[in-house]
């Protein structure tokens, strides 16, 4: 029987099937220790506190200032720097800054935040478990396959929506078994979710903001899906429709935690149609939006295999839409008719060769005609 230990920071596995890591509610770990302890050394918790009583300032106010002040400190920004040069003598010098690549093709910007919505049942934590084990696997995912083989990425599945059981009871159907399966009991995968007597579900908080700081600064080039934004808003103490708390909440994971790992939220949708729900903010801060909606048979009945994907955002390429399903093993799978890309060569290649045919000149054709060598 696999050991399990009584306390220790969330961001180190034990040896235990599905990596659920157990810890004390008092016990914190050294690192969490160091970070919440400094912020108690600079006084910041104390003098919010204060403020709050003199200028009647409510809770919500102040644990708003305390999560910004925590996004700075993760940043580089703190009391012991100098004061910084004003904005006005500033610039971003185009050198230092990265554009945005693929970690999943199609998918999900490196570095960056997705957002996946969808009503109740329109599969978005299938999608995200297809997403993860992609990337598991360092393959492609529906109509955007990879030519080659790329290097397996870590993911970190934050179950605090559903909890551990109905997470393995949906990868059971996807025709995987987590208890034995190679890429669940290795390094690759971790989750973290409620299971009685052994963890709480992850939320928002101060505590499971500096947990997760702590995680993606350990494993640099990660995944991180968190099920749902709902359910992680109300552990931390504020609503999913409050946009300046949810605002806060996004910068601190663009800022903080992008730099480092890769963001995949998992949101329902909203009372408006095509939108996800909760406040604007879930929608603006994400590079990448992706909404899942069920089909309707003639009769006007949902069908119970059959999905439709739409990019309705995407900073990285262009919004798309295509029809998936689920094939005789639970597995996703593009509906017969759906192009698969593989290779964007081969695009590429079509659109300058149409373009030839119908009389426009290319790059390469002026090149050649006028002996351009460079």
């Not at 100098?82 to 230092?96: A, E, G, L």
């Not at 992706?290 to 006007?300: N, R």
């Not at 995407?314 to 996703?332: N, P, Q």
Request: net charge positive; charged share 30%.
């Amino acid at each position: 029987m696999n050991s399990i230990k009584k306390s220790g920071p969330r961001s180190k596995p034990l040896n235990r099937n599905w990596q659920l890591r157990k810890h004390s509610k008092n016990v914190s770990s050294e690192s969490f220790a160091m970070s919440f302890m400094t912020l108690f050394a600079r006084g910041i918790w104390i003098k919010k506190w204060s403020f709050g009583l003199r200028w009647g300032m409510t809770s919500e106010k102040i644990d708003l200032a305390l999560f910004n002040l925590m996004k700075e400190k993760a940043i580089g920004f703190g009391a012991k720097k100098k004061k910084p040069v004003p904005r006005s003598k500033q610039t971003v010098n185009f050198t230092r800054v990265k554009g945005l690549d693929w970690l999943l093709p199609g998918f999900f910007p490196a570095n960056d935040i997705t957002l996946i919505w969808g009503m109740r049942g329109a599969g978005k934590t299938r999608l995200a478990l297809e997403g993860a084990i992609s990337l598991m696997r360092g393959v492609g995912l529906l109509e955007r396959q990879r030519k080659d083989k790329a290097k397996p990425v870590k993911v970190l599945f934050c179950a605090s929506d559903s909890g551990a059981e109905p997470l393995k009871d949906e990868l059971l159907e996807m025709g995987i078994d987590p208890d034995t399966d190679e890429l669940f009991q290795g390094d690759l995968w971790q989750l973290w979710a409620h299971c009685p007597g052994t963890m709480d579900a992850w939320g928002a908080d101060v505590r499971g903001r500096i947990e997760l700081f702590e995680w993606a600064k350990d494993n640099p080039g990660a995944c991180v899906f968190i099920d749902s934004v709902k359910t992680i808003s109300t552990k931390g103490g504020f609503s999913y429709a409050d946009n300046e708390h949810d605002a806060a909440f996004l910068t601190f994971l663009k800022e903080a935690i992008c730099p480092f790992v890769t963001v995949v939220l998992l949101a329902h949708d909203g009372t408006k149609a095509h939108r996800a729900g909760g406040a604007a903010a879930w929608e603006e801060h994400p590079s990448m939006v992706i909404g899942l909606e069920k089909l309707k048979a003639p009769d006007g009945r949902d069908l119970t295999t059959k999905r439709q994907f739409t990019a309705t955002k995407s900073r990285k390429c262009d919004e798309r839409t295509f029809f998936y399903e689920k094939d005789e093993h639970g597995r996703l799978k593009t509906c017969t008719g759906t192009e698969v890309i593989s290779d964007m060569s081969g695009q590429i290649t079509k659109v300058m060769v149409d373009a030839l045919d119908e009389g426009i000149e290319t790059c390469m054709s002026m090149r050649s005609k006028k002996g351009w060598k460079h």
